[in-house]
Nanobody
Framework: VQLVESGGGSVQSGGSLRLSCAAS????????LGWFRQAPGKERAGVAY???????SYAESVKGRFTISQDNAKSTLYLQMDSLEPEDTAMYYC????????????????????????WGQGTQVTVSS
């Protein structure tokens, strides 16, 4: 699986950005996709997830502000980010794992992706106050 992110940039607090992740080689019927972010000096953390059935899960810090979606026809994953805050500044990565995933446990999802995930190269998001 190959993943390529795009759409990052610099915005002011309260602004919006939409990240895209073009996926190729994801031919399995069951899979899980996710967006992660890593700020300087911090660990990479999961932000939002979606499975092959369209079910989603979000980190508490982004609920109500971020929306994950996928366009299967275009093999593209999106992350719509609204009401951005300076704390959202980070490098954002998309990732994929094949097989079924349990969206009820963010901790388990993070471990699953770290162990078995395919990752993109990342796109930088900077939010200024």
């Amino acid at each position: 699986v190959q993943l390529v992110e795009s759409g990052g940039g610099s915005v002011q607090s309260g602004g919006s950005l939409r990240l895209s992740c073009a996926a190729s080689g994801l031919t399995y019927s069951n899979y899980c996709l996710g967006w992660f972010r890593q700020a300087p000096g911090k660990e990479r953390a999961g932000v939002a997830y979606v499975d092959s059935n369209g079910r989603t899960s979000y980190a508490e810090s982004v609920k109500g502000r971020f929306t994950i979606s996928q366009d299967n026809a275009k093999s593209t994953l999106y992350l719509q980010m609204d009401s951005l805050e300076p704390e959202d500044t980070a490098m954002y990565y998309c990732a994929a794992v094949t097989g079924k995933c349990d969206l009820t446990s963010l901790e388990a999802l993070g471990a699953l992706f770290r162990a078995y995930g395919s990752w993109g190269q990342g796109t930088q998001v900077t939010v200024s106050s």
